[in-house]
């Protein structure tokens, strides 16, 4: 079974950076498309970035694009979000995903099948 395990949130000012991490085990990472989502208190759990397995295509919510870029390191089974120029809108608890099936089928929760446990990013004005 997939565990995945989150890192590198925080407190942050607006405007600033941080770089979530992800490391996953028990599966062969290459294999699988991966995703951030995150979830802000009393919202629904959002779409952020997905990345697809090799040939690499990358995804990005309109609210994110061209501020987070999402990225992935096949040797080192590690997902990552580089979240730059931060609003405290992005403020959430942040969660990374492996698919359900190997291919990206789509950008909704309920395409991918294993969750990390989340890891919480707060942007302060």
């Known amino acids: 079974q997939v565990q995945l395990v989150e890192s590198g949130g925080g407190l942050v000012q607006t405007g600033g950076s941080l770089r979530l991490s992800c490391t996953t085990s028990?599966?062969?990472?290459?294999?699988?498309?991966m995703g951030w989502f995150r979830q802000a208190p009393g919202k629904e759990r959002e779409f952020v970035a997905a990345?697809?397995?090799?040939?690499?295509?990358?995804y990005y919510a309109a609210s994110v694009k061209g501020r987070f870029t999402i990225s992935r390191d096949n040797a080192k089974n590690t997902l990552y979000l580089q979240m730059n120029s931060l609003k405290t809108d992005d403020t959430a608890v942040y969660y990374c995903?492996?698919?359900?099936?190997?291919?990206?089928?789509?950008?909704?929760?309920?395409?991918?099948?294993?969750w990390g446990q989340g890891t919480q990013v707060i942007v302060s004005s």
């Open positions: 990345i697809s397995r090799a040939p690499i295509i990358k």
């Open positions: 995903a492996t698919s359900v099936s190997g291919d990206l089928t789509g950008l909704r929760a309920e395409d991918f099948g294993s």
């Open positions: 028990g599966r062969t990472f290459s294999s699988y498309a």
